[in-house]
């Protein structure tokens, strides 16, 4: 059985869940991936992870720095997915990694020699957790902002908010900060 409650964001409505007391997933509304609530056994309610999930979520948003390891993190995905999620955990607040980087450490912890950018894009895009999780922290190599399920524009609001020098940043010729990439 999943619990679920929603929260109010500077984002806006954030789905928040949770198993027992693990913390299973944040879903921005109206982003890519989010889930059908009808395929699963869930209920509306309040528990002491989901509690302490809005409480990290509402420092996060005050412009605190709330640890991620405050919370017990159990993402639902494959076995690379979980490596790609853990990585993306180790990239500091107010701090950007780029895709192939992330593969590169992607492919060291998985005992490969290399890894494909756009698998590792693939992981990081089907991130359950996201903000807490911080797949919003992940650029392309030339400074390029593609890659948010929840969309671009909070993508870069999640950057700003962090801190991020964006001097280097910047939208792909042709995407708004409202559009959403896909392609990793």
Known sequence: ?????YFHSPLGKLLLAGVGDGFTGLW???QKYYPDLAKDEIRIRETP?????????????AGEKPEIDELKLLPRGSSFQIIVWKLL????????????ALASEAAAAS?????????????????????????H?????DGSLT???????RKTELLIHEGVDMTRLFLPKG??????????
């Open 1 to 5: 059985m999943t619990d679920i409650v």
């Open 28 to 30: 921005i509304e109206g």
């Open 49 to 61: 992870v989901l509690i302490q999930a809005e409480l990290w979520l509402n420092r996060y948003f």
């Open 89 to 100: 955990c180790e990239i500091p607040y107010g701090k950007v990694t780029t895709y192939g």
């Open 111 to 135: 005992g490969r020699e290399t890894m494909s950018a756009q698998a590792v894009g693939g992981a990081v895009g089907h991130n359950p957790i996201s903000i807490i999780i911080p797949c």
């Open 137 to 141: 922290r992940v650029v392309g190599a």
């Open 147 to 153: 890659g948010y399920a929840g969309g671009l524009d």
């Open 175 to 184: 995407k708004t900060r409202q559009s959403a990439d896909s392609n990793k």
